[in-house]
């Protein structure tokens, strides 16, 4: 494979930039632009070593650097690696990125570095794809979920249930050799339950994958309530800023605005909008409009209640619209004591405007959404959760041969499937079109 290289570092200015090289040419490729202070040349140089000295073109020096060799196979790719540490300006690493590619490398297409980790066995799929998750990570929910995966725990999960199936079809093929003699584990008693064991454990695992969307990508919201109920200033509160306008004017809202909201380990991707009620204002009434619209596309609304008026009949109507996950904001308890009667969905008492700590919503959000934070692995994107059903099907469709007293040797083909799918979460006996779709969605240099 060819020599590759790329800046690992943002491109944007800053106090460092780091570029990258991999391949069987690595090292050779940075000794003809890397002159080091000590005289000490990179050929001699062991892996998981430093040195100091500068990039030069020619004679003239580029920049001081630090480079780092490590060599094959105690890598990140699993190939020689270089990386050169040096100033943080576009200028400088582009330009040693140009120097680099003048002496054979080439560039490094979008994951390929883990890409090349992946192909050289020095980590699973689902590790390869926590990467990104990694970086993508805003919370200590989603870092913790990451880690999980990239210590292989998804990866050694997916392995157990492949491996008690796989015992399965041992025996079946043992029994099919020897047809006189069934192992006990075949008995149709014993296989119904066990098989249903695991098709529950995967039912659950594919159930969580909703929450770990909302781990990785945030909670789509919708901000919502009559008009003067507080909604701007609820917004306000929630964004630690002046986000809305907030007047005693009914109908003030009426675009929508957003803003991503950080609640504990939660991530809100919260819409204001218009307040709702029944008008003939032409434009106040594309803004309700539009509210309907997110309302629909949601899946979290918070509905702000003016506790001076209390619940009117309109409140209940809007409520039975809202999704099912939702939470009532009862607002301005400072301009009154009266509590709010039974409601349909869980209740907090706030006066928005007095920026409460955003902890009391907290513990009403992990009721309805469960904890976020876990040590239980998680699946993490629809790749996953495509072949997670894709094996639930085919565990359900070897339970119901069972039941209808099928011979036990037409099982095998859906064990056999349900086993595919589950090793390919892995990244086992995958085609490179599946591969390629993994890696396309790294940021260059990673």
Same mark, same amino acid.
């Given at each position: 494979?060819?020599?590759?290289?790329?800046?690992?570092?943002?491109?944007?200015?800053?106090?460092?930039?780091?570029?990258?090289?991999?391949?069987?040419?690595?090292?050779?490729?940075?000794?003809?632009?890397?002159?080091?202070?000590?005289?000490?040349?990179?050929?001699?140089?062991?892996?998981?070593?430093?040195?100091?000295?500068?990039?030069?073109?020619?004679?003239?020096?580029?920049?001081?650097? *630090?480079?780092?060799?490590?060599?094959?196979?105690?890598?990140?790719?699993?190939? @020689?690696?270089?990386?050169?540490?040096?100033?943080?300006?576009?200028?400088?690493?582009?330009?040693?990125?140009?120097?680099?590619?003048?002496?054979?490398? *080439?560039?490094?297409?979008?994951?390929?570095?883990?890409?090349?980790?992946?192909?050289?066995?020095?980590?699973?799929?689902?590790?390869?794809?926590?990467?990104?998750?990694?970086?993508?990570?805003?919370?200590?929910? /989603?870092?913790?979920?990451?880690?999980?995966?990239?210590?292989?725990?998804?990866?050694?999960?997916?392995?157990?249930?492949?491996?008690?199936?796989?015992?399965?079809?041992? /025996?079946?093929?043992?029994?099919?050799?020897?047809?006189?003699?069934?192992?006990?584990?075949?008995?149709?008693?014993?296989?119904?339950?066990?098989?249903?064991?695991?098709?529950?454990?995967?039912?659950?695992?594919?159930?969580?994958?909703?929450?770990?969307?909302?781990?990785?990508?945030?909670?789509?919201?919708?901000?919502?309530?009559?008009?003067?109920?507080?909604?701007?200033?609820?917004? $306000?509160?929630?964004?630690?800023?002046?986000?809305?306008?907030?007047?005693?004017?009914?109908?003030?809202?009426?675009?929508?605005v957003t803003e991503q909201v950080k609640i504990g380990e939660f991530t809100l991707l919260l819409? @204001?909008?218009?307040?709702?009620?029944?008008?003939?204002?032409?434009?106040?009434?594309?803004?309700?409009?539009?509210?309907?619209?997110?309302?629909?596309?949601?899946?979290?609304?918070?509905?702000?209640?003016?506790? $001076?008026?209390?619940?009117?009949?309109?409140d209940l109507e809007f409520l039975s619209k809202c999704p099912q996950h939702t939470l009532i904001?009862?607002?301005?308890? @400072?301009?009154?004591?009266?509590?709010?009667?039974?409601?349909?969905?869980?209740?907090?008492?706030?006066?928005?405007?007095?920026?409460?700590?955003?902890?009391?919503?907290?513990?009403?959000?992990?009721?309805?959404?469960?904890?976020?934070?876990?040590n239980r692995p998680q699946i993490m994107n629809e790749r996953q959760r495509c072949l997670i059903?894709?094996?639930?099907?085919?565990?359900?469709?070897?339970?119901?041969? *069972?039941?209808?007293?099928?011979?036990?040797?037409?099982?095998?083909?859906?064990?056999?499937?349900?086993?595919?799918?589950?090793?390919?979460?892995?990244?086992?006996?995958?085609?490179? $079109?599946?591969?390629?779709? *993994?890696?396309?969605?790294?940021?260059?240099?990673?």
């Open positions: 494979m060819h020599t590759i290289a790329a800046i690992s570092t943002p491109e944007a200015p800053g106090g460092i930039a780091m570029i990258r090289i991999s391949g069987d040419q690595a090292i050779s490729v940075a000794e003809h632009i890397f002159v080091s202070y000590n005289h000490l040349t990179l050929s001699e140089m062991k892996g998981y070593t430093c040195a100091y000295g500068k990039i030069v073109d020619k004679e003239e020096r580029i920049d001081d650097v *630090v480079l780092t060799v490590f060599r094959a196979p105690h890598s990140y790719t699993g190939e @020689d690696t270089v990386e050169i540490t040096c100033h943080g300006g576009l200028y400088i690493s582009r330009q040693i990125l140009r120097l680099l590619y003048q002496f054979g490398a *080439v560039p490094a297409e979008p994951g390929e570095f883990t890409k090349r980790a992946f192909l050289n066995e020095k980590m699973s799929l689902t590790q390869a794809e926590a990467v990104m998750d990694l970086i993508a990570a805003d919370g200590e929910a /989603a870092l913790r979920q990451a880690n999980l995966a990239m210590d292989g725990m998804l990866g050694k999960q997916m392995n157990t249930y492949a491996e008690r199936l796989i015992d399965f079809m041992s /025996a079946l093929s043992y029994w099919m050799d020897d047809a006189e003699e069934c192992p006990p584990e075949l008995d149709r008693n014993t296989l119904s339950t066990k098989l249903n064991e695991i098709k529950m454990q995967l039912n659950r695992l594919a159930l969580e994958y909703q929450n770990g969307r909302r781990i990785r990508e945030g909670i789509k919201t919708v901000l919502l309530g009559r008009p003067n109920a507080g909604k701007s200033s609820v917004m $306000n509160w929630l964004c630690g800023t002046e986000r809305s306008i907030v007047t005693d004017i009914a109908g003030t809202t009426r675009d929508i819409s @204001d909008t218009a307040g709702l009620r029944d008008t003939d204002h032409q434009i106040e009434s594309i803004g309700i409009q539009q509210a309907y619209r997110e309302l629909e596309a949601s899946e979290f609304a918070l509905y702000v209640i003016d506790a $001076n008026i209390g619940l009117s009949d309109e904001l009862w607002n301005k308890t @400072d301009l009154t004591e009266t509590l709010p009667p039974q409601l349909p969905y869980p209740v907090v008492l706030i006066s928005a405007i007095k920026h409460p700590p955003l902890s009391v919503l907290l513990e009403p959000m992990r009721n309805i959404f469960g904890e976020a934070v876990t059903e894709s094996a639930i099907l085919s565990v359900q469709e070897a339970l119901e041969l *069972v039941d209808v007293g099928e011979e036990l040797d037409i099982l095998y083909t859906s064990l056999e499937s349900a086993v595919k799918s589950l090793r390919e979460i892995e990244g086992i006996d995958v085609n490179e $079109n599946v591969i390629q779709g *993994v890696f396309s969605k790294f940021c260059v240099g990673k």
